[in-house]
C-alpha cells in the first residue's frame, strides 16, 4: 500500500470536525426592519425635523420619517395670495356693478379661511412626513386632526407624479399612490423633483417584489 493510502490528506476526508458556522451578519436583519434602502436625495433640501404635537402621543414607529421641502410653502403662499388678490378683485367689480355689496360676506368668509390656511401652512408643511418600512409606506400629516397612513407596497397600483407651473419654477411636485382601497390612496405634496422620481422608482422596485413574493 503507498503512503497516500496509509496517510489520508487531512483536506479530503470527510471525518475531520466540521469548522464552526460563522455568526449571522446582522446588517441584513437591521436593514430590514428599517426599510428598502432609500436615496439620499430624499432628505436633500428638506426640512431636518418633523413637527410633533405638544401634547405627544403619537405612534413609536421603527423608521426614519423623511420631510418635504420648504419650497413648497412660498408656491402655497403665492397661491394663497393669487386667490385673495382675485377674490377682492372680484368683490369689488360685482360691488360697482350691482350697487350692492350683500355678496361681500360670503367673499370675506372665503377670504378669512384662506388667511387662517397660510397662517398654520409653516407648521402644517413640517407636520408632513413619509416613513419607508418594512413591509408598508407610512405617511402622516396634519397639527390638530392629524392623520396617519400605511400603504402596503404590495396594493400599489399607481405610482404618479405631478406639478403645476407653480411647482415647477420652484422644482418641486406631488406624487401620488393608487391603491385597490381608494380611502388608502396617498398625496405627498412638496417633494423635490428629483427626490420624487428616486421615490417612485424605489416604490416600484419593492412594489414589484412584494407582488412577485421574492
Not at 3 to 10: D, F, G, L
Not at 47 to 59: D, K, M, N, S, V
Not at 61 to 82: F, M, R
Request: net charge negative; charged share 15%.
Amino acid at each position: 500500500m503507498s503512503e497516500s493510502q496509509q496517510t489520508p490528506n487531512p483536506e479530503s476526508t470527510g471525518t475531520e470536525p466540521l469548522a464552526a458556522p460563522a455568526a449571522p451578519d446582522a446588517t441584513p436583519t437591521a436593514t430590514a426592519q428599517a426599510g428598502p434602502a432609500t436615496d439620499p436625495v430624499l432628505d436633500e433640501g428638506t426640512y431636518t425635523r418633523i413637527h410633533e404635537p405638544r401634547a405627544g402621543g403619537g405612534l413609536a414607529l421603527d423608521g426614519v420619517w423623511h420631510q418635504i421641502s420648504p419650497k413648497y410653502v412660498i408656491s402655497q403662499t403665492i397661491q394663497n395670495v393669487a386667490v385673495i388678490v382675485i377674490l377682492v378683485a372680484a368683490c369689488i367689480a360685482i360691488g360697482v356693478f350691482t350697487q350692492q355689496w350683500w355678496h361681500a360676506i360670503g367673499f370675506g368668509l372665503v377670504v378669512a379661511i384662506t388667511l387662517f390656511s397660510q397662517i398654520i401652512l409653516p407648521r402644517q408643511a413640517r407636520a408632513l412626513g413619509y416613513m419607508l418600512r418594512e413591509d408598508d409606506l407610512v405617511f402622516r400629516r396634519g397639527i390638530l386632526w392629524q392623520r396617519m397612513v400605511a400603504v402596503p407596497y404590495g396594493r400599489m397600483q399607481l405610482i404618479d407624479i405631478t406639478h403645476g407651473p407653480l411647482d415647477r419654477a420652484f422644482g418641486i411636485s406631488k406624487l401620488k399612490m393608487v391603491t385597490a382601497a381608494a380611502t388608502s390612496g396617498v398625496e405627498i405634496p412638496g417633494l423635490a423633483l428629483t427626490a420624487s422620481e428616486a421615490l417612485r422608482d424605489t416604490l416600484i422596485e419593492v412594489a414589484e417584489t412584494r407582488r412577485t413574493g421574492l
